[in-house]
């Protein structure tokens, strides 16, 4: 079992930067892919970014290439999101999860470990 932590959220202008954290205990998360997702209330929730295991594989969904950043420190099995050039559409409630697979997964289902999650708002 991973318990998974986020922080780092809180209410930005637009242009400005945050830098989400995600923090796991238990079972390391360091042979598994991870992710960061946003959910809109009403809408379903959104992959952002992933990132491999070892690190060396990530991926942006469109709106967010160029501006956030993933990465992990698997020896402090942390995992943050670099958001920067933020902007009013980027508000949300963002989601830390781990998968149950070692290449990055953009699958949703594969995602079995979720944070509870720490809002992001950007005002404009």
């Known amino acids: 079992q991973v318990q998974l932590v986020e922080s780092g959220g809180g209410l930005v202008q637009a242009g400005g930067s945050l830098r989400l954290s995600c923090a796991a205990s238990g079972r390391t998360f360091g042979r598994y892919s991870v992710a960061w997702f946003r959910q809109v209330l009403g809408k379903e929730r959104e992959l952002v970014a992933a990132?491999?295991?070892?690190?060396?594989?990530?991926y942006y969904v469109g709106s967010a290439k160029g501006r956030f950043t993933i990465s992990r420190d698997n020896a402090k099995n942390t995992i943050f999101l670099q958001m920067n050039s933020l902007k009013p559409e980027d508000t949300a409630v963002y989601y830390c999860a781990a998968s149950n697979m070692v290449q990055l997964t953009t699958t949703p289902s594969q995602y079995v470990y979720w944070g509870q999650g720490t809002q992001v708002t950007v005002s404009s």
């Open positions: 990132i491999s295991w070892s690190g060396d594989v990530t």
